[in-house]
């Protein structure tokens, strides 16, 4: 997948692209990143790209031509997305959307906004990384990288740690886990955990999963399909918590 980035501050990505699972899928051509200074594409001779805008207000926008310039230069751009608070909030679904495209484009605004009619003209989709505001798109670009790479075939070592982890199908938070030693200042991992019961492991770590959701996400139960075997266990979790679990 081909990841075009336009942004003014390209060594943001150079830590991010170099470190852990991404420099892995760059390493495996699962991943190739395009990073586009859009200064490099200010005709001005100061290089400017940002300007006051029209009937005042605070700080400077993006100006057009720069930006125009600087996505013209790429060859295929295919999804245009624009990292904005306003955009529809990014989710696991919407990663999986977006891990189908061949090539993505993603511009990443600075200062206090770009000129809408690069909004209008140049971007398909605009994606908000949570109800917060950014200094500029960079980091949220960073988060749609890395959640659409980690979707990528190949991109995890162990494709099962992405099958069964958070947000997944199920759209159940994830199981506690616990590595070793099975004691530390005082603290056992469960018990069941060391039992090598399979089956036994398996139901607890569907009950752990509901329980964990229905405490810190509670809303989440009512976002996603619960498989009909987790139904039967969060139905007894719920009738012994009582009838008010689910809204607490
Ligand atoms: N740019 C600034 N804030 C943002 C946010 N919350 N999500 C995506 N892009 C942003």
Redesign the pocket.
């Known amino acids: 997948m081909v990841f075009n980035i336009l942004t003014l501050f390209p060594d943001i990505f150079t830590g991010f692209f170099s470190e852990s699972i991404i420099r892995r899928a760059v390493e495996a051509k699962i991943v190739h990143f395009n990073v586009i200074n859009i200064r490099d594409y200010s005709q001005d001779k100061h290089k400017k790209v940002d300007d006051y805008p029209f009937g005042g207000g605070r700080g400077m926008l993006f100006a057009p031509d720069p930006v125009f310039r600087a996505i013209e230069s790429i060859s295929e751009r295919g999804r245009v997305l624009y990292?904005?608070?306003k955009?529809a909030l990014l989710k696991q679904p919407k990663v999986r959307d977006l891990a189908r495209c061949r090539i993505l484009t993603i511009i990443c605004?600075h200062y206090e906004g770009i000129d809408n009619r690069i909004v209008e003209n140049l971007v398909d989709e605009e994606?908000?990384?949570?109800?917060?505001?950014?200094t500029?798109?960079e980091l949220?670009a960073a988060v749609i990288v890395d959640s659409i790479t980690r979707e990528l075939d190949g991109s995890l070592g162990n494709e099962g740690s992405r099958l069964e982890e958070s947000f997944d199908d199920s759209g159940l938070l994830e199981y506690e886990q616990y590595t070793r030693p099975a004691e530390y200042r005082g603290q056992s991992v469960p018990q069941v955990l060391l039992s090598g019961d399979h089956e036994e492991i398996r139901k607890w770590r569907i009950k752990r999963r509901l329980i964990k959701t229905l405490e810190k996400r509670p809303e989440l139960l009512d976002e996603v399909t619960v498989p009909e075997d987790y139904k039967k266990i969060l139905n007894e979790i719920i009738k012994r918590r009582g009838p008010n679990e689910r809204n607490k």
């Open positions: 990292p904005s608070p955009g605004g994606v908000s990384i949570g109800d917060y505001i950014l500029g798109g949220a």
